[in-house]
T-cell receptor, first 118, second 114 residues
Framework: ETGVTQTPRHLVMGMTNKKSLKCEQH?????MYWYKQSAKKPLELMFV???????ENNSVPSRFSPECPNSSHLFLHLHTLQPEDSALYLC?????????????????FGPGTRLLVL | GESVGLHLPTLSVQEGDNSIINCAYS??????FIWYKQESGKGPQFIID?????DKRQGQRVTVLLNKTVKHLSLQIAATQPGDSAVYFC?????????????FGQGTILTVHP
């Protein structure tokens, strides 16, 4: 079991619903990430937060809204999603986020939230 | 675009055999590489990493080899066990000024038969 937890583990929502995914890391890291993992596709980076500041938005649609209140917590707010958004959403953390000096960039992942949009 | 890819999508071995999982990368600026293992219903789990100033690194039952000349990365698992059955991903840092941008391959499914 890693030091990164995610809730809920499973979520079913309609296209008009609003829901939030939560991630918490207990590793003392300063960077947190959201990834999307779809069947038969490589992991897709969505957002990067470094010291609570969003440093990367990988062209993610606005129906996904991240929030990082502190270095230990990360949320992904979901609204008016589409069925093609159904996927495993993974949170990760690292001591630091590149391009800071190398040495703390290894990312550790949570178990993910399996999302189904109907 | 730049990508990290895997030569074989599936690999089946007998328990006790050694396994070799290969990965090709295309970005010559990549300077850090990671292998992850993902079991069903779980998130990716860090296995081992290597920097571009090295060509070999060993862990417990695992060895990563890096050949920068041909942009090739491999993961060797010694005495493979049924618990090693999982999807294995390689990933690399593309360098530059992008924060935390790991590029992942599609993964290789390793099946270990008792």
């Amino acid at each position: 079991e890693t030091g990164v937890t995610q809730t809920p583990r499973h979520l079913v929502m309609g296209m008009t619903n609003k829901k939030s995914l939560k991630c918490e890391q207990h590793l003392g890291h300063n960077a947190m990430y959201w990834y999307k993992q779809s069947a038969k596709k490589p992991l897709e980076l969505m957002f990067v937060y470094n010291f609570k500041e969003q440093t990367e938005n990988n062209s993610v649609p606005s129906r996904f809204s991240p929030e990082c209140p502190n270095s230990s917590h990360l949320f992904l707010h979901l609204h008016t999603l589409q069925p093609e958004d159904s996927a495993l959403y993974l949170c990760a953390s690292s001591l630091a986020a590149r391009p800071l000096p190398a040495g703390g960039e290894t990312q550790y992942f949570g178990p993910g939230t399996r999302l189904l949009v109907l | 675009g730049e990508s990290v890819g895997l030569h074989l999508p599936t690999l089946s071995v007998q328990e006790g055999d050694n396994s070799i999982i290969n990965c090709a990368y295309s970005n010559s600026a990549s300077d850090y590489f990671i292998w992850y293992k993902q079991e069903s219903g779980k998130g990716p789990q860090f296995i081992i990493d290597i920097r571009s100033n090295m060509d070999k690194r060993q862990g417990q039952r695992v060895t990563v080899l890096l050949n920068k000349t041909v942009k090739h990365l491999s993961l060797q698992i010694a005495a493979t066990q049924p618990g090693d059955s999982a999807v294995y991903f390689c990933a690399d840092y593309a360098g530059g000024t992008s924060y935390g941008k790991l590029t992942f391959g599609q993964g290789t499914i390793l099946t270990v038969h008792p």
